[in-house]
C-alpha cells in the first residue's frame, strides 16, 4: 500500500471507534472516540507513516490500565495529560483483582498456566431471561456470530489472580505512544496477551515508562503471550471484595462492577464472564490500485 494513499476500513466494533477511524483515515478534522487511536496508529506504523493529530477491537483490559483509562475521565480539563497524572496516583495507591482467565494459547506458549477444560457453559445468574429478553437475544443472533470453532476440544490453559492488569491486544499499539504489544502482527490469527499478576510499586513505575518503545514486555513481572481463544472470569478487588472493577474494550466502558467509577450508570455487559475468540481475517482494508 502507497503510504501516500488514502484508504478506508470496513470493521465492527462501538461507534465512537470505527468513527474515529474512518475520520482519521479520510484525513478528516474532527472528534474522535477512546483514549487514543491504536488501531490508526499500528496501521499507519505498518507502512512507516507517522500518527499526527489527523491521522490519529483493539483491546479488552481489566485492571490497572483499565482503572488508569476509565477513572482518569475526572481529569479531563487536564488533558492528555491526565492518563500520567492518574496513572501516577493509581501506581501509588495499587489494586489487584481476583480472578482467572483461561485460554489457548498459540503453538510456542502451550508452557504458560495449568492445565484446564473449557469453562464457557456458565450457569450463573445470568443465564436465565424473560420472554422479552430472549427476543431481544433472537434479534442479535441475526448478526454474523464469530468463527466456528469446537472450544470445548481445544486445550486450554489457565491462570488464576491476583491480577495487576489483563491486557488483551489485537494490534501493536495501544494509543499514539503505547506501544502494548509489540509482537502483535496483522491477521496472524491470534491475541497477544498481556499479563500482571504481582509487581513492586517502583518496578511498576519503570515498567510503564517502557510502554512507549515495548520494552516493558521484557520485565520479569510481565507474562506475554499469544492466545487463539481467551475467557475472563472477573473477580473482586482482593484487598476490598465488596469492590469489583471496570472492563474496558478501547476507551469504552463494557462492564462496570460493584463500588467502581459511575458503577450507577448502564453498561453494555455485566460484571461477569466473558469470551473472545480470534477470526482471521475478517476484517478488510481498501485501499486505491
Known amino acids: 500500500m502507497n503510504k501516500q494513499e488514502q484508504c478506508r476500513v470496513a470493521y465492527y466494533y462501538p461507534p465512537s471507534f470505527s468513527h474515529s477511524i474512518l475520520i482519521a483515515l479520510d484525513g478528516e478534522k474532527g472528534p474522535g472516540g477512546g483514549t487514543g487511536n491504536g488501531m490508526?496508529?499500528?496501521?499507519?506504523?505498518?507502512v512507516g507513516y507517522p500518527c499526527t493529530?489527523?491521522?490519529?477491537?483493539?483491546?479488552?483490559?481489566?485492571?490497572?490500565?483499565?482503572?488508569?483509562?476509565?477513572?482518569?475521565?475526572?481529569?479531563?480539563?487536564?488533558?492528555?495529560?491526565?492518563i500520567d497524572f492518574?496513572?501516577?496516583?493509581?501506581?501509588?495507591?495499587?489494586?489487584q483483582y481476583d480472578g482467572c482467565i483461561s485460554f489457548v494459547p498459540a503453538p510456542g506458549f502451550?508452557?504458560?498456566?495449568?492445565?484446564t477444560s473449557y469453562h464457557g457453559k456458565s450457569t450463573g445468574k445470568h443465564d436465565s431471561c424473560s420472554p422479552s429478553e430472549e427476543k431481544s437475544v433472537k434479534v442479535r443472533h441475526h448478526g454474523y456470530q464469530g468463527p466456528n470453532i469446537d472450544l470445548e476440544n481445544l486445550e486450554w490453559r489457565s491462570i488464576s489472580g491476583p491480577f495487576v492488569s489483563v491486557w488483551l491486544h489485537n494490534v501493536p499499539w495501544g494509543g499514539e505512544e503505547t506501544m502494548a504489544a509489540p509482537d502483535a502482527k496483522f491477521s496472524d490469527g491470534y491475541l497477544d496477551l498481556i499479563l500482571i499478576r504481582d509487581c513492586p510499586q517502583l518496578s511498576l513505575l519503570s515498567l510503564m515508562t517502557g510502554?512507549?518503545?515495548?520494552?516493558?514486555?521484557?520485565?520479569?513481572?510481565?507474562?506475554?503471550?499469544?492466545?487463539?481463544?481467551?475467557?475472563?472470569?472477573?473477580?473482586p478487588r482482593t484487598k476490598d471484595p465488596t469492590k469489583e472493577g471496570i472492563i474496558d474494550s478501547?476507551?469504552?466502558?463494557?462492564?462496570?462492577?460493584?463500588?467502581?467509577?459511575?458503577?450507577?450508570q448502564k453498561t453494555p455487559m455485566a460484571y461477569d464472564k466473558l469470551q473472545i475468540t480470534v477470526d482471521q481475517g475478517l476484517a478488510t482494508l481498501f485501499s486505491p490500485i
Open 250 to 264: 478501547d476507551g469504552e466502558v463494557l462492564a462496570r462492577g460493584k463500588g467502581t467509577y459511575k458503577c450507577d
Open 86 to 95: 492518574y496513572a501516577l496516583q493509581r501506581i501509588l495507591h495499587l489494586r
Open 53 to 82: 493529530a489527523p491521522n490519529a477491537v483493539l483491546t479488552i483490559i481489566r485492571g490497572l490500565v483499565a482503572d488508569i483509562d476509565i477513572e482518569s475521565e475526572k481529569y479531563r480539563w487536564m488533558g492528555s495529560a491526565r
Open 211 to 235: 510502554l512507549n518503545n515495548g520494552s516493558h514486555v521484557k520485565s520479569p513481572y510481565v507474562m506475554y503471550l499469544k492466545v487463539k481463544a481467551f475467557f475472563l472470569e472477573p473477580g
Open 110 to 115: 502451550e508452557a504458560y498456566g495449568e492445565p
Open 40 to 46: 490508526v496508529k499500528s496501521l499507519l506504523d505498518s
